[in-house]
């Protein structure tokens, strides 16, 4: 099955500064990768989703990138805000059937 | 749009009861719904998948017979927990789709005494 590994697990970052995380997967068949904010206590919500068959994908802040090649996926947040503070899960899967695993996590604090 | 309603939010109940929990969604009809389970500080651990008028397709590890779903209509799946212990006591969460990605319901908090 799929293997998502996610770092870093912690990361602090000053207001303003951008905030990167990184996943690596290891079933190549995965062609769907979602980036999913849990605040405490509450349901995970989609920020934004990446296809195979694109390598990069920009929402306003927040964009990812994606190397097929090395089985790598990246979360890229720019001039982050207090708000942006969350948990962060990246998951890899299949665009059909939407069946996803998640990564471990990686909790986001911005220091105002 | 994309409304999932989950029900309980939170229960506390004795050991060796059974709990259900249900996951609605609001505003379209889920082909599929998931089950989750979340451990504080972890990550989400799916734990079947279901979709509407067939078997859950359960993940290695979740006993069947401990953990049943029911879909039984395009907005509604519960989870039963069986027979509940202490160790069964976690953060569990649903999502629904149609045919876009899935949405999550906001969880339901089970603490066995």
């Known amino acids: 099955g799929e293997n998502v590994e996610q770092h870093p697990s912690t990361l602090s970052v000053q207001e303003g500064d951008s905030a990167v995380i990184k996943c690596t997967y290891s079933?190549?068949?995965?062609?769907?990768f979602p980036w999913y904010k849990q605040e405490l206590g509450k349901r995970p919500q989609l920020i934004i989703d990446i296809r195979s068959n694109v390598g990069e994908k920009k929402d306003q802040r927040i964009a990812v990138t994606l190397n097929k090649t090395a089985k790598h996926f990246s979360l890229h947040i720019t001039e982050t805000q207090p708000e942006d503070s969350a948990v962060y899960f990246c998951a890899a899967g299949e665009a059909g059937y939407q069946k996803v695993t998640f990564g471990t996590g990686t909790k986001l604090q911005v220091i105002p | 749009g994309a409304v999932v309603s989950q029900h309980p939010s939170w229960v506390i109940c004795k050991s060796g009861t059974s709990v259900k929990i249900e996951c609605r969604s609001l505003?379209?009809?889920?082909?599929?719904m998931f089950w989750y389970r979340q451990f504080p500080k972890q990550s989400l651990m799916l734990m079947a998948t279901s979709n509407e008028g067939s078997k859950a397709t359960y993940e290695q590890g979740v006993e069947k017979d401990k953990f049943l779903i029911n879909h039984a209509s395009l907005t509604l799946s519960t989870l039963t927990v069986t027979s509940a212990h202490p160790e069964d006591s976690s953060f569990y969460i649903c999502?629904?789709?149609?045919?876009?990605?899935?949405?999550f319901g906001d969880g339901t908090r089970l603490s066995i005494l």
């Open positions: 999502s629904a789709r149609a045919t876009g990605p899935q949405h």
């Open positions: 505003d379209f009809q889920a082909t599929t």
């Open positions: 079933d190549s068949a995965s062609n769907y």
